[in-house]
């Protein structure tokens, strides 16, 4: 994944990524230890394996067969203070890997996705903290990029909402793993309010709310006064909120989404997207008057 340099883009590729990961300075021994993962003499070879190889701790001990590599990955993103999950049937599904692997190098570009679009986009006292990740067609990886997105600034301990504004094909329910009775749809038809944004356990600070039960008029609900009302509520009540949407190129719903959130990343699909459909997006968009803070080129 990388962000394309142009004047209207935010460059990734060779960009200090992920530098402002916190640490907790406690040892990754003494973590391993305290989570029942070594003993004190266990602790001990492993230092002295250390010493020998001139190692990391945490290598020297998988080297030994003490630890397994997930139980190192688990013990560094407590050193590092990351929430994280463990995925599975009933935990979020494999994808949502800013949780569940905040090491994984795709992660470590989110954060430098983050990092730049906190230098050159985000602005709450101007009112820039909506951002849309929109794309011009479909399966170019928008849900994944804002699913992830999401996860990384909610570990910079902002209060986050993903907001899944995409009726034609819905997905962070099944990312998350949430229940979608209620949702955008029924906060839009007035049948719920904010409250159908769920806050993730074990993910502080992050709460999705789901497209909900699929609407027959999707672009008509969007238009309504009520989904701006609804933005304006979850501004207030969130630091940044990131919206999934349709591809641009299909469907009229991400301009109105667009126009109402102000701001949009644009994801385009290496060596899939075609040069002038990302044209047309960025021309649809700004006609909407989205200002479009960045393209992602999305390579998987
Ligand atoms: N950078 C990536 N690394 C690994 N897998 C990815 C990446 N980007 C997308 N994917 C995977 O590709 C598939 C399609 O991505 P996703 O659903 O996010 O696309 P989309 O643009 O939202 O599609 P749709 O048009 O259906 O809404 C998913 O299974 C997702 O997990
Ligand atoms: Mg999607």
């Known amino acids: 994944m990388l962000l394309k340099p142009n004047e209207n883009v935010l460059p990734l590729e060779g960009s200090p990524a992920a530098r402002g990961i916190g640490h907790t ?18 602790a001990e070879q492993v230092l002295a394996r250390q010493r020998e190889l001139g190692w990391r701790f945490g290598e020297a001990a998988i080297e030994l067969n003490l630890i397994t590599d997930a139980d190192l990955r688990q013990a560094l993103a407590k050193q590092y203070e990351f929430p994280y999950l463990v995925s599975g049937p009933d935990g979020v599904a494999k994808e949502l890997i800013a949780a569940w692997d905040p090491f994984h190098p795709v992660v470590e570009e989110l954060r430098g996705v983050r990092t730049q679009l906190l230098i050159r986009w985000y602005n709450p006292e101007a009112g820039r903290r909506t951002l849309v990740v929109a794309s011009a067609s ?22 986050t909402l993903l907001m899944d504004a995409d009726f034609r094909a819905p997905r962070q329910q099944s990312i998350f793993n949430i229940p979608d009775r209620f949702g955008l749809s029924s906060a839009l038809s007035g049948r719920a309010d904010l ?5 993730v356990t074990g ?16 672009l008509e609900l969007l238009s309504r006064g009520s989904f701006a009302a609804l ?59 989205a200002r479009i803070v960045g393209t992602l080129v999305n390579a998987y």
């Open 203 to 218: 993910l502080t600070g992050l709460a999705v709310m789901p497209a909900g039960p699929t609407p027959p008029n999707p």
């Open 138 to 159: 479909a399966r170019e990886g928008r849900s994944f990029v804002a699913a992830n997105l999401a996860v990384v600034f909610s570990q910079l301990g902002h209060r």
């Open 231 to 289: 933005l304006g509520r979850a501004q207030a009540e969130y630091d940044v909120i990131i919206v999934d949407t349709p591809p641009v190129n299909e469907y009229a719903d991400a301009h109105t989404i667009a126009y109402r959130a102000g701001d949009a990343l644009l994801v385009s699909r290496k060596d899939r997207t075609r040069l002038e459909d990302t044209e047309r997006a960025v021309r649809e968009l700004s006609d909407a008057t």
């Open 195 to 199: 409250s159908a944004a769920a806050p």
């Open 25 to 42: 300075g406690r040892h990754i021994g003494a973590i391993l230890m305290d989570e029942g993962k070594l003993t004190a003499s266990d």
